[in-house]
Each structure stands twice: as structure tokens, then as C-alpha cells.
């Protein structure tokens, strides 16, 4: 028992967290389609949502790495590809059930290859966290990054057609940058851990410390700003090449953030750590067939995507 109350039950409590929030949003999306229950539907999809669903997403982080949680996210494509044909009659194709597939395997492979412990973080050693050669070479790498991202995706922040009549923020180039950008910021999850393993050690000792407000702001930054520069790309692209890019993105970062800053895989075999890259990139090429395979079917039908899609597509 002492055992399964550590990373299985972070696993457990992330995987259910998937799972309610997908409900919750087919839930909305019923009670736009049902107008006699669409009171009762979307109030039970909202309560999914936004109650429910963080609060079992916050309560996994408490028992489980962030490297071992954050790919975790690409669960949500499978719930939602078992339960929308089933609940919403929608068709299921077979490229859906292959992505799905190659993303609940990559899960399990990540779930058992990454690094199983957490400890708290005493008040006095948060700051050796961020001085540490790893992540201040990870932050360094995250800073240049996110310059040059800022700079190929500068049109998106002033759309304007050009003097030779082109659009230069629907180039390419923009739109990868932009969608890349949002999950780079939205993946920075470790202030949000560190504030969870510091209450751990009880609320009073976590208000000892001015860096620890510090945390909690970089917490909230991160957030709203992958948020704001999410919304940002949907207003402007199609709604399956952002979200593609942006879930990939926060699911590698967030990994990748959570072992240089909490050493999360620092006592793994070296097995281990091909493994857990082999699980995430399977999850990369699921979620990548599923993309694929619905940008083909939008194509075919000659249907492009408009905001209130992209809207429904990014809830899915």
C-alpha cells in the first residue's frame, strides 16, 4: 500500500484527470447538440472541467515526477478517441485507433522507464534548484530559444498585409515558430511543482521565503502567457497544425524542464533513458497520425476550419 501511494498513484490520479476532463468537454459539445438538457449537460461538463480535472492534475504532482506527468497529456487523444464515437457518433477511422494506440503505449513505456521519485524541497534549498549547472543550462538554451521563436513569429503580433500584398504572418515559418513558442512557455512546469513539493513541507513554511512568491508568479506567467499566445495562433491558423505543435512542444519541454530541475532521472540506467525518449517519441508519431489523418479528411470535405472549430478542436 506504502508502495502504490507514490508514482503509481500519480500516474492513476493524472490518467483519471485525462479522463474527466475529456468527458467534461464532450459534455459541452452535447449540450449544444441536445438544447432539452443543455443546461444540466453543460453545467456537469464544466464542473469536469474546471474543478475536477485541475484539481486531480495538481493532486498527481504531489506524488509523482514531472517528467513522468507531462507526457501524460497525450492521454487525453486516446479517452476522446474512445469515448467520441461511442458517446457523440462520431466515426472512427483506423488511422484514429493506430495514433490512439502508439500514444496509450508510449504512456506505459514513459510510466515505467522515467524516474519514480519525488521528495519535498525544504524552503532553504529551493534556490540550489535553479542554481544548478543542468538547469541553468537548460534555462539559458530555454531563453535563446524563445528570442529566435519571438523573432520568425513577430508578423503574428501585428498581422498586416505587406506592401507587395502579402501576408507575411501566414508564412510557414511564422506559424511553426508562434505554435512552438506557446508550448515552450505552457511546458515551464516547474514553478508550479516546486510551489506543490514546498507545501509539502506545510503552508506557514512556504511564506518564509521572498523566493518562493517569486516561484509562484513564474507559475502564473508561464501559464497565461502559453495561454495567451495559444488563443493568439487559433485566431490565426488552423486549428489541428497549432495544436499539434503547441501539445508536442508543452509535452517534450515539460519532460525535459522537470529532469534538469528536480534531477528527476538522475539515478536511471542509461536503458531507462533510451526508453523513456523511444516512449515520448511514440507519442509524438500518435498524435502526429491523428493530426495527419484529420487535416486529410478537412481537405477531402473542402471544409476550412473557422475559430469556433478550432475552439471545439482544441476542447476535443
Keep these: 500500500m506504502t508502495a502504490f501511494l507514490g508514482w503509481p498513484l500519480g500516474v492513476l490520479l493524472s490518467a483519471v484527470a485525462s479522463t474527466i476532463g475529456v468527458v467534461g468537454k464532450i459534455l ?15 453545467g456537469c461538463g464544466m464542473l469536469c472541467i474546471v474543478a475536477l480535472n485541475p484539481f ?12 513522468l506527468l507531462a507526457p ?5 487523444v486516446v479517452w476522446n478517441t474512445v469515448f467520441s464515437p461511442w458517446i457523440l457518433d462520431e466515426p472512427l477511422r483506423a488511422r484514429d485507433i493506430i495514433g490512439a494506440a502508439c500514444i496509450f503505449v508510449g504512456c506505459i513505456v514513459v510510466s515505467i522507464t522515467g524516474g519514480h521519485e519525488t521528495h519535498k524541497i525544504p524552503v532553504d534549498e529551493l534556490a540550489s ?14 531563453v535563446l530559444t524563445s528570442l529566435i521563436l519571438r523573432f520568425y513569429s513577430a508578423a503574428a503580433f501585428h498581422p498586416s498585409r505587406a506592401a507587395n500584398g502579402s501576408l507575411p504572418h501566414m508564412h510557414v515559418k511564422c506559424r ?18 516546486a510551489l506543490l513539493r514546498l507545501l509539502q513541507n506545510g503552508v506557514g513554511v512556504l511564506f518564509t521565503t521572498p ?25 490565426l491558423y488552423d486549428a489541428l497544425f497549432v495544436i499539434y505543435l503547441y501539445e508536442s512542444t508543452l ?24 526508453l523513456y525518449f523511444v516512449g515520448i517519441g511514440t507519442i509524438f508519431v500518435g ?18 476550419i473557422e475559430k469556433s472549430d478550432a475552439t471545439q478542436t482544441l476542447l476535443a
Design 176 to 193: 511553426v515558430c508562434l505554435s512552438i513558442l506557446a508550448g515552450s512557455l505552457s511546458g515551464q512546469l516547474y514553478c508550479m511543482t
Design 28 to 42: 459541452l459539445k452535447l449540450s449544444f447538440q441536445r438544447p432539452g438538457a443543455g443546461r444540466l449537460l453543460w
Design 287 to 304: 498524435v502526429g497520425v491523428i493530426s495527419h489523418g484529420e487535416s486529410l479528411k478537412l481537405r477531402a470535405k473542402s471544409l476550412p
Design 251 to 274: 509535452m517534450a519541454v515539460g519532460a525535459i524542464s522537470g529532469i534538469c530541475f528536480f534531477g528527476d532521472m538522475d539515478n536511471v540506467s542509461v536503458l531507462r533513458w533510451v
Design 56 to 67: 486531480l492534475c495538481i493532486s498527481a504532482y504531489n506524488f509523482a515526477p514531472q517528467s
Design 211 to 235: 523566493l518562493a512568491y517569486a516561484v509562484g508568479a513564474g507559475a502564473i506567467f508561464f501559464a497565461l502567457s502559453g495561454l495567451h499566445l495559444l488563443s493568439m495562433a487559433l485566431q
Design 72 to 76: 501524460m497529456g497525450g492521454l487525453c
Design 129 to 142: 534548484h535553479f542554481l544548478s549547472v543542468q538547469f541553468i543550462v537548460y534555462f539559458s538554451l530555454f
